[in-house]
Every structure is written in C-alpha cells, then in structure tokens.
C-alpha cells in the first residue's frame, strides 16, 4: 500500500502561479513513478505529468512549457509547479505513484478564474 498525501491548489487567476506538492512513504519514493493526473466535470481523468526513480519527466501537450514536475527524493516529496494558469486547467489533481499498480491521492481542486 502507497499513501499520497497531497497539498496546494485552490483558486488562482488567469495568468497565475500554483503549486502542488505530493508526499509518499520514504522507504519506497525512490522506487516509484509519481506525477498528477486531472479531471474537470464531465471528463475522464488525465495524465498532467509524470516523474521516474530517474527523473525522467512527461507532460501532456497542453501544459509543456508552462508546469513543471520535480522531486526530490530525499524528502520523499514532488512538486508540480504550475506556471501561466488558464481555465481550462481547471480541474481535481490527482497525485498519482506506481508501485506493481496505480495509486491515487486524495485529490486537490485548482480552479483558474477571474
């Protein structure tokens, strides 16, 4: 069992900055992909960003050059900086961890509006 502990997110304008943070169990973070997935109302949920043990990084084409997904395994910790916010980043973020299977956090609204 993996437990996520997510933190960050709530309401932001249009242009804006946010940042989320995941936390994971210490013995195992160094072993496990993490990232964010999202789902706005009405829609499926999606792969944000993923990080490897390697710090190998994937983006969905629509937030490439504007979030950015670190870790930091020490802390047992990643980030998902998210930069020049639009509404239709709108969404729960999920942070996600692969160990043998998905695991899901809580969930975290972020809500870009003016």
């Known amino acids: 069992q993996v437990e996520l502990v997510e933190s960050g997110g709530g309401l932001v304008q249009p242009g804006g900055s946010l940042t989320l943070s995941c936390a994971a169990p210490?013995?195992?973070?160094?072993?496990?992909?993490v990232g964010w997935y999202r789902q706005a109302p009405g829609k499926q949920r999606d792969m944000v960003a993923t990080?490897?043990?390697?710090?190998?990084?994937d983006y969905t084409d629509s937030v490439k050059g504007r979030f950015t997904i670190s870790r930091d395994n020490a802390k047992s910790t990643a980030w998902l900086q998210m930069n020049s916010l639009k509404s239709e980043d709108t969404a729960v973020y999920y942070c996600?961890?692969?160990?043998?299977?998905?695991?899901w956090g809580q969930g975290t609204q972020v809500t870009v509006s003016s």
């Open positions: 996600y961890a692969y160990y043998f299977e998905p695991y």
């Open positions: 210490k013995d195992l973070f160094g072993i496990i992909t």
């Open positions: 990080i490897s043990r390697y710090g190998k990084t």
